[in-house]
């Protein structure tokens, strides 16, 4: 196997600005109403200590775990396959045949657009959605990357297969 090619550095911020916003949006809703409850069992003051604590860990998770996976991500385009690694307590390595690729897409949410990152998605026949995502590359790199990938893919199907 080809030696993987990291994301670009600025996607580690991405990761962790991901990571903030989910403790925010979805983490501290969760927990204030969990300590709303644990209130009605117990005392408040039990409430606020439970809820202080698992904030606090969630935070410090929050600020880790998206350096973790940072580094645990990696792509590789060989000859005829798209090799990409990821995955924090399970690795998971994942090859699609260049010649199975349908099509592929750029996604650029408002963090990446500020970022100027992509996301490459990478589809094959199975219609279950993106069978490869590669987040956090530079734009240029990831428009390069699908070029070269739907351009494989027209070649190995004989030029006429609609990618």
Not at 108 to 123: D, I, K, T
């Amino acid at each position: 196997m080809t030696a993987l090619l990291p994301l670009a550095p600025r996607a580690r911020l991405l990761f962790h600005l991901r990571a903030l916003a989910s403790l925010g949006f979805l983490w501290l809703p969760l927990v204030l109403a969990l300590s709303g409850v644990v209130t009605v069992i117990w005392s408040p003051l039990v409430a606020g200590g439970l809820a202080s604590a698992l904030l606090f860990a969630l935070f410090v998770l929050a600020l880790w775990w998206p350096s973790l996976q940072f580094s645990r991500w990696g792509y590789a385009l060989e000859e005829d396959r798209l090799v990409v690694s990821r995955g924090v307590l399970t690795l998971r390595i994942t090859a699609i045949p260049v010649g199975r690729v349908q099509h592929v897409d750029l996604h650029q949410g408002p963090l990446e657009q500020w970022l100027r990152l992509a996301q490459v998605q990478v589809y094959t026949a199975s219609g279950l959605g993106a069978d490869g995502v590669i987040p956090g590359l530079d734009l240029a790199v990831a428009e390069r990357l699908r070029d070269e990938l739907v351009a494989r893919a027209h070649l190995q199907e004989g030029g006429d297969d609609g990618v």
